[in-house]
């Protein structure tokens, strides 16, 4: 019997093998040291303020699970307010809450758009817009990371070649990978000229960009031809997401969009976390400057020591290029007591195998000075 198992898996022992010897494999670590690998930006995941509010939830009847689809009995008044309110936050029509920024995109793009349409990604978008594109009948393309002239030029090259269906444009606010910015005001006049649809994914700006934590999007929310999702698992500090656009698009989404009518709905609890996180963006004003004054004294102190100023925000990429590099580096900085994890291909481009430092509230500024030292020795002879 073991030789018959070890046969049917043999074509996925060797397929880790592979891995393994393009140092690519993979595992799951547990927490190790200082936190500068989360997304946790605003230190709200363990907040006394959202363990409160869990609490009052279940004291007062909140049930832990939905217990079915939201479309047959998982709608919990909890998500009905949750959305409201987050509609009237974000400035937007309408707001729909999935149980993570994966299931969102995903399956929203893969109905939306229709047999004779186009999408357009900007090559550094999240991997679950790239699965959605290559899943979905439409026709997609891939543009240079930060080009609009040649989103346009796939849209204006399409419309001339006689295609009449709708153009959807997918990028991130700020880019989880490189810490760097969309081009929003660019994008968003291509989409006036054009009459196209523009996704914002603002998985990483949500809750620490913008006015009160709303987000790159925020000045142009409510347009019909805008549809953004904001996560909730990372600075909100909870989980799940939350998609706005416009009434009509998001009838269509609860319509035809599988994991909404199939899927058990995500936890009424974390409806009321995400909710109560929405309250802590306007009520405490002070996280976002704290974590802004962070990144300030981060970027100061890392061209102090000589280095490039790897970015404009809380993401840090320090980009090694091979893969055993980002496997020799953070190792030796976690052993260190620094939680920093190399990241490599498929997750960022070939070639470009990093070190991801993320900013956030759980380390201070004493802590940030200690990891950017350990950095400097660890990298200083370049191996």
């Known amino acids: 019997m073991s030789s018959v198992i070890a046969a049917k898996s043999a074509s996925y022992v060797a397929g880790l093998d592979a891995l393994q010897e393009d140092d690519r494999l993979r595992g799951i670590m547990p927490l190790i040291g200082t936190d500068f690998s989360s997304s946790d930006y605003l230190a709200l995941a363990n907040a006394p303020r959202m363990k409160k509010a869990i609490l009052t939830a279940l004291e007062s009847g909140t049930p832990i699970g939905a217990g079915g689809s ?14 409201a309110e987050a509609a009237r936050f974000f400035g937007a029509q309408t707001a729909l809450f999935f149980g993570c920024g994966y299931f969102a995109s995903f399956p929203v793009l893969t109905r939306l758009l229709q047999r004779h349409n186009l999408l357009v990604l900007e090559s550094l978008v999240h991997a679950n817009t790239h699965e959605g594109a290559r899943t979905r009948r439409a026709a997609f393309r891939i543009c240079a990371h930060k080009d609009p002239q040649a989103i346009e030029s796939e849209i204006r090259d399409r419309r001339a070649a006689g295609g009449a269906g709708q153009v959807w444009i997918v990028v991130e606010s700020l880019y989880s990978m490189d810490g760097d910015f969309a081009p929003l005001e660019d994008l968003l006049a291509i989409v006036d000229r054009h009459d196209v649809f523009l ?105 102090a020591r000589g280095e490039r100023r790897p970015s404009n925000s809380l993401i840090l990429p320090y980009i090694v290029g091979e893969n055993a590099r980002a496997l020799r580096r953070a190792p030796a900085l976690q052993a260190r007591g620094f939680d920093i994890r190399g990241l490599r291909p498929p997750t960022v481009p070939a070639g470009t195998a990093r070190l991801r430092i993320s900013l956030t509230l759980n380390v201070g500024e004493e802590e940030v000075r200690a990891m950017l030292d350990a950095l400097a020795e660890e990298t200083r002879d370049g191996s």
């Open 70 to 83: 939201r479309l047959l009995r998982g709608n919990y008044e909890e998500r009905e307010c949750l959305e």
């Open 199 to 303: 996704v914002g994914e603002e998985a990483d700006a949500t809750g620490v960009c913008g006015e009160q934590g709303r987000g790159l999007t925020a000045p142009y929310e409510g347009r019909e031809t805008l549809l953004v999702v904001h996560t909730c698992g990372k600075a909100l500090g909870a989980a799940g997401s939350l998609v706005t656009a416009s009434g009509v698009l998001r009838d269509f989404i609860i319509n035809r969009c599988r994991l909404l009518v199939f899927a058990t709905a995500p936890s009424p609890l974390m409806a009321v976390a995400a909710w109560e996180t929405l309250s802590i963006l306007q009520e405490e004003p002070e996280r976002q400057r704290r974590l802004a004054k962070l990144v300030a004294l981060t970027h100061w102190e890392t061209v």
